[in-house]
């Protein structure tokens, strides 16, 4: 029950809570009773006085019935208990009480104590100490008793009566006792009031406490405790609630961030698991199948030796033998994707290629009365590429072209060669900051394509950017929001150098320049003014126009939805279901890579889609 | 009885067993064959072999470790590797462990033929070597040379280039020579693949590289006087000059010639 946050806290507090108001309470009460208290013993100070003062003339006269009577007339006063005056000897002459007259008070009688006390009589009484409380027995409530000594004057001993001497310093004493039973009543009444006051006060500070410890600490805590278990247990998408913005709503942000971290990072270790057990997956089925084909082409082979009076047959065994090697090169190559080899190249005519590629599906067209249209240009150049991985591509890609087109459809596939300037071509595979420092970013990826990641900070606010790693090409993403114009100091997200270089400035706008070294491939210069696109790399201008094979196979079938766009070269991806193993455009992707070459798609549902792929004539980009 | 053979299969595919024995039918070659490594060593005690052709991919024991029991027990009967799972990997593990050649699955009929013609004749010229052992025939390759396997050898240039060539030992194996098919300036090889092709009547017979790296010259007299090889393998039959790729990593799985003497 004690184990939560909140029934600790709940408890603390409220001991805290409840000690303070007792204290308190306690004082408050102690406080009044005093005040009223006084407020009494003033009164009947007062009292006593007036009724001194008020007899003094009767006591000159000796008018003792006089005496007596205001004595008994001001003792009928309810509040008041009893008025005696007591001679030198104690003897009580007048009093309220008729049935007193003439009793003798015992120097140690409640009245005598507090000047009798020492034995010897005080001749002078200090007022605080003329009063006393105390209960008789036969008095339910407590009495307050004043003692107010009677002085001996000159007019007294001077008086006719000559009834005292001039020696003795007190004649007597007046002795009023005052009932607190009124007194005692209001006090328990305030003791009762305070009392409840507290206990109210306990009460609904307890409850105060525990209702804003369930909201604000309680519900918080209990909502970041099952996210942890929610992660734990493996639910990396779960998101904590917003919590608001003190410690545990920051807390809560905080661990929304992490996980979703979390779950980017396991996303893309499930994605290279993936491709790791696709390695597997190659070199379990390049065993398997390169068995049965030891048979296809030894037996295929053999026959080809056996029947060499039989040209026909000559030409169907030699298809055999052929596409069993080109099966042979396809697992090598599915081993090789697996281990990320270098293709085997060679001057290849892309023409040919085609040729080869559509003689091998024309069977499928025909079956599903497609017609094919080439449209090949004549003296295209030579380039330098693995002929069997180009042709692998271009039957994927018409086989997928088949799949996607109805009976009676169409395929276009045509050549050219084209010349391009480098800018927007040309992918920053490598840059670093002048101390060596790593910028290529591996997760943030544009178009497919890691991107380049730098610090950018401004007057106001510091973030990253990821520029886009072609060159030339302005599709950055910010990670701060910014305003057209605005100048950004740059710098290397490890070591925070500064990559703006000095003394040059844009010859676009005038703002200041940042450099990334291209390792072995001189410097890129860019402007570094928001959304200003100004880009200059010296050691790629100077090779000119590069030249390009472009192919491109372009069908009238269904199309791809836009946004399984993104996702068509991803290894896995299928929407053929069972059918398809979701390799075919993974594999293509790392074969065009591979030879340095880019492949784009375009799409409309229902019209259909073109791949194209470029690929450099040197099978390198420079 | 002592049986025998030219050649022992060991494969636990019958397709492949039965390609070998198809292949091996034209040439009259006579053949026995096994399904495990234990059974082949049975035979091997029982029988008489000039030739063993091994799957590297067995069920218990695997060609590799079979390697090296022949080792244990003696045996010099010389030893071709073949696998499905063809890496590069496999290749080079195979000669470095002591196998005279590796035929990737699946083979041409005639990349077959050619190799059980090289296989057979080395197990003759072993049996040359030691009678005549005064009279060498086969010339080792220099002591500060490289080989891998047994065919093809790589000197390291204090400059950083490497000299490939084919050793005396392959060249006899493949003699008489009718021309070298060579690749240009400027190719690539790669380490236990094809570098070049040796043309003996009908027969082509692929030589396998040493190292990777890029070729800065070829030995263009081979071309027009291929005879040049026969004579002297090691200097004026050189092939490549090429710059390596990754020397240190390679030269691992290469065999010193100086461990030879």
């Known amino acids: 029950m004690f184990n939560t946050i909140s029934s600790k806290l709940i408890l603390i507090v409220g001991f805290t809570a409840l000690i303070i108001i007792a204290i308190y309470s306690y004082l408050n009460i102690k406080n009044q009773t005093d005040v009223l208290l006084s407020e009494v013993e003033r009164h009947g100070n007062q009292l006593s006085d007036m009724l001194k003062n008020a007899t003094d003339n009767l006591m000159m006269r000796n008018d003792r019935v006089r005496l007596q009577e205001i004595v008994e007339r001001v003792g009928n006063d309810p509040l008041i208990h009893n008025i005696r005056i007591l001679n030198k000897e104690g003897e009580i002459i007048y009093s309220s009480t008729h049935k007193d007259i003439g009793m003798m008070l015992d120097k140690k009688a409640e009245s005598c104590f507090a000047c009798h006390a020492e034995n010897k009589p005080l001749e002078k009484l200090p007022i605080k100490n003329r009063t006393r409380i105390f209960s008789t027995k036969e008095h339910s409530s407590r009495i ?46 305030n003791e009762i009031q305070g009392l409840i006051f507290s206990l109210i006060a306990i009460i609904s500070i307890g409850l105060i406490i525990i209702f804003t410890i369930k909201i604000y600490v309680d519900k918080p805590v209990k909502e970041l405790v099952k996210a942890t278990e929610q992660i734990a247990s493996g639910n990396l998408s779960y998101k904590v609630k917003d919590l608001g913005n003190d410690e545990l709503g920051k807390l809560a942000k905080a661990f929304n961030e992490m996980s979703q971290k979390l779950d980017e990072t396991n996303k893309q270790l499930y994605q290279s698991s ?147 300037p480098p800018k927007g071509i040309i992918q920053i595979k490598k840059a670093v900051c002048n101390k060596n420092h790593n910028l290529i970013d591996y997760q943030h990826k544009i178009a497919g394509l890691n991107s380049i990641k730098l610090k950018i900070k401004t007057a106001t606010s510091e973030g990253f950017v990821f520029l886009d790693p072609i060159y030339g090409k302005d599709r950055h993403n910010f990670g701060i929001n910014l305003k057209q114009g605005e100048i950004l100091n740059i710098s290397c997200p490890t070591c925070d150098n500064s990559l703006i270089i000095k003394n040059e400035k844009c010859p ?84 065009i890579d591979n030879h340095n070459g880019t492949i784009n798609v375009q799409s409309e549902i229902g019209k259909g889609t073109i791949f194209t792929i470029r690929l450099p004539e040197k099978g390198e980009v420079i | 009885m002592k049986g025998n053979y030219d050649i022992l299969v060991i494969d636990d595919e019958k397709v492949v067993i039965d390609s070998v024995i198809k292949i091996a039918q034209l ?47 003696n045996e010099d009967t010389p ?13 080079v593990k195979s000669l470095y462990l002591g196998a005279i050649d590796f035929i990737p699955k699946p083979f041409l009929l005639d990349e077959m033929l050619s190799l059980l013609k090289r296989g057979l004749k080395y197990k003759s010229l072993l049996n040359q070597k ?90 263009k007299l081979l071309i027009q006087k291929p005879e040049i090889i026969e004579k002297d393998p090691y200097f004026e039959g050189w092939l490549y000059r090429i710059i390596p790729h990754e020397l240190d990593y390679e030269r691992q799985k290469l065999i010193p010639c100086g461990s030879d003497r």
Not at chain 1, 173 to 185: G, H, N
Not at chain 2, 79 to 91: F, K, S
Not at chain 2, 157 to 170: K, P, Q, R
């Open chain 1, 274 to 420: 993936k491709l790791a057990s696709l390695g597997q997956l190659a070199a379990g089925v390049a065993h398997e199948i390169n068995n049965p084909l030891t048979g296809v082409l030894t037996y295929s082979s053999y026959l080809l030796k056996r029947t060499k009076d039989n040209p026909q047959l000559q030409e169907d065994l030699n298809v055999i033998v052929r596409e069993t090697l080109r099966s042979r090169e396809i697992v090598k190559g599915l081993l090789d994707f697996a281990r990320q080899s270098t293709p085997k190249k060679i001057q290849t005519d892309i023409n040919e290629i085609i040729e080869r590629a559509i003689s091998v599906v024309s069977n499928q067209l025909k079956i599903n009365h497609i017609t094919l249209e080439k449209n090949l240009f004549k003296n295209l150049p030579l380039i330098i590429a693995d002929a069997n991985q180009l042709q692998q591509v271009i039957i994927n890609l018409i086989v997928n072209a088949i799949d996607a087109i109805e009976k009676g459809g169409k395929i276009k596939i045509s050549t050219s060669v084209l010349s391009l």
């Open chain 2, 79 to 91: 030893i071709v590797m073949t696998t499905g799972y063809t890496t590069i990997e496999n290749a």
């Open chain 2, 27 to 73: 040439e009259n070659y006579t053949i026995d064959f096994s399904f495990e490594v234990n059974e082949a060593l049975e035979k091997l005690k029982q029988n008489e072999y000039q030739l063993i052709i091994c799957d590297i991919m067995l069920p218990e024991i695997d060609g590799f470790q079979f390697i090296n029991l022949l080792q244990k027990i």
């Open chain 1, 508 to 591: 676009k706008c005038g703002g200041p320049i940042y450099k990334l070294n291209i390792p072995n491939q001189g410097f890129i210069e860019g402007c570094a003014t928001f959304k200003s696109d100004w880009q200059k790399w010296n050691y790629i201008d100077q090779f000119g126009e590069i030249k390009f094979v472009e192919i491109t196979v372009e069908d009238n079938g269904c199309g791809i939805p836009p946004e399984n766009l993104d996702k068509i070269f991803e290894p896995f991806f299928t929407t053929k279901g069972q059918k398809g193993t979701g390799l075919g455009l993974s594999v293509i992707w790392g074969i």
């Open chain 2, 130 to 219: 030691r009678n005549n052992s005064t009279n060498n025939i086969i010339v080792s390759c220099p002591s500060k040379y490289f080989r891998l396997g047994i065919s093809c050898w790589a000197n390291i240039d204090n400059d950083g280039s490497v000299l490939i060539g084919a050793t005396n030992f392959f060249i006899k194996s493949v003699e008489p020579i009718n021309k070298i098919e060579l690749l240009e300036n400027g190719e690539i090889l790669t380490q236990a693949l094809t570098c070049a092709k040796i043309i003996s009547g009908e027969y082509v017979h692929n030589l396998y590289s040493s190292l990777s790296g890029r070729i800065i010259d070829v030995n």
């Open chain 1, 144 to 189: 307050l008793g004043i003692i107010n000594p009677i002085d001996n004057k000159p007019k007294c001993y001077q008086a006719d009566c000559h009834a005292h001497s001039e020696n003795s310093t007190v004649l007597g004493v007046l002795d009023i006792t005052l009932s607190l039973q009124e007194v005692d009543k209001q006090i328990l009444h």
